[in-house]
């Protein structure tokens, strides 16, 4: 089965500072990865994705995520945070394997202060 | 806009009613998925529908149903409502052959609460 772990219930960042939101999954073949935004009262906005190829993926508004194959992780990172970064961010996975639901991770609220 | 559009946008039921949320997914996807997010929580796959059929099904009780009609267009029923229903109710559609290179586009999401 599919899973993601957000281990971080928050994170507090200064604006302008670099941000980082930890992410790890586990699938039983070969991973597509995805990070969504969450605003108040609204849906989920999209990121970025890996499907393959550069471990490093970048995103829209600045972010990129990275992906860790032997971690198991796709972390997603800003170098420098903005205070309208502040949002609940998803991790989520599918199996490359047959049409499998994507998954979600519980989310981690990130605050960026001025 | 050709994104996806739920309706309605909140909803109040009472213990026991029944519900309908709608969602019409974005130009030219096939496949409508349903999530639920409870408040605190990350979105729970409900169910998939692709060519007016349920494709995967979440762990949701039978109480929850869909329906997709031919213009790709998705409804969610929940029957006997419980509080614990109360949620955000998302939709997501993609292209059932291209969703890894295309991903999965949502909704602004129903907001139902069951008192």
């Known amino acids: 089965a599919q899973s993601v772990a957000q281990p971080e219930d928050q994170v507090n960042v200064a604006e302008g500072n670099p941000l980082t939101v930890k992410c790890t999954y586990s699938?039983?073949?070969?991973?597509?990865l995805f990070w969504y935004v969450q605003y108040p009262n609204r849906g989920l906005q999209f990121l970025l994705k890996?499907?393959?190829?550069?471990?490093l993926v970048k995103g829209s508004y600045g972010f990129e995520a990275e992906f860790n194959k032997s971690q198991t992780s796709f972390h997603l990172k800003k170098p420098s945070a903005l205070v309208s970064d502040s949002a609940l961010y998803f991790c989520?996975?599918?199996?490359?394997?047959?049409?499998?639901?994507?998954?979600f991770g519980k989310g981690t609220r990130l605050s960026v202060i001025a | 806009d050709a994104g996806v559009t739920q309706s309605p946008t909140h909803l109040i039921k009472t213990r026991g009613q029944q519900v309908t949320l709608r969602c019409s997914p974005k130009s030219g996807h096939d496949t409508v998925s349903w999530y639920q997010q409870a408040l605190g929580q990350g979105p729970q796959f409900i169910f998939q529908y692709y060519e007016e059929e349920e494709r995967q099904r979440g762990n949701f009780p039978d109480r929850f149903s869909g329906h997709q009609f031919p213009n790709y267009s998705s409804e969610l029923n929940v029957n006997a409502l419980l509080l614990g229903d109360s949620a955000l109710y998302l939709c997501?559609?993609?292209?059932?052959?291209?969703?890894?290179?295309?991903?999965?586009?949502f909704g602004s999401g129903t907001r139902l609460t069951v008192v």
């Open positions: 997501a559609s993609s292209l059932l052959l291209r969703t890894a290179n295309y991903g999965y586009t």
């Open positions: 890996y499907i393959t190829g550069d471990n």
């Open positions: 989520a996975v599918r199996d490359w394997i047959g049409n499998t639901p994507l998954v």
């Open positions: 699938v039983s073949g070969n991973p597509y």
